[in-house]
């Protein structure tokens, strides 16, 4: 098993700043993807920012340009700086992890969320 706890979740006034933290721990053989998610009251989630075990990253389009999505594997470890922040970024972020065992499929984890909220 995997478990990924997140923190850095808080309330923040409009323009500003906060950074998340998720730290995945547990019995890891390899983390492939590192994800951000979010999901708005009465909304789907959404992926917010994806990084690769490679380092390939997407966002999505609405964060472009304000979030920045980092990992450090040796610490089995992926931030989200979140700049410039909208109340349309109001939302409970999930961590995502994609692991796998050798020669099994992988299999995805998540966090238990963490409330970002941006007030007007």
């Known amino acids: 098993q995997v478990q990924l706890v997140e923190s850095g979740g808080g309330l923040v006034q409009a323009g500003g700043s906060l950074r998340l933290s998720c730290t995945a721990s547990g019995n890891i053989f390899r983390i492939n993807s590192m994800a951000w998610y979010r999901q708005a009251p009465g909304k789907q989630r959404e992926s917010v920012a994806i990084i690769t075990s490679g380092n390939n990253i997407n966002y999505a389009d609405s964060v472009k340009g304000r979030f920045t999505i980092s990992r450090v594997t040796a610490k089995n470890t992926v931030y989200l700086q979140m700049n410039s922040l909208k109340p349309e970024d109001t939302a409970v972020y999930y961590c995502?992890?994609?692991?796998?065992?050798?020669?099994?499929?992988?299999?995805?984890?998540w966090g238990q969320g963490t409330q970002v909220t941006v007030s007007s």
């Open positions: 995502y992890a994609d692991h796998s065992y050798l020669g099994r499929p992988s299999f995805p984890y």
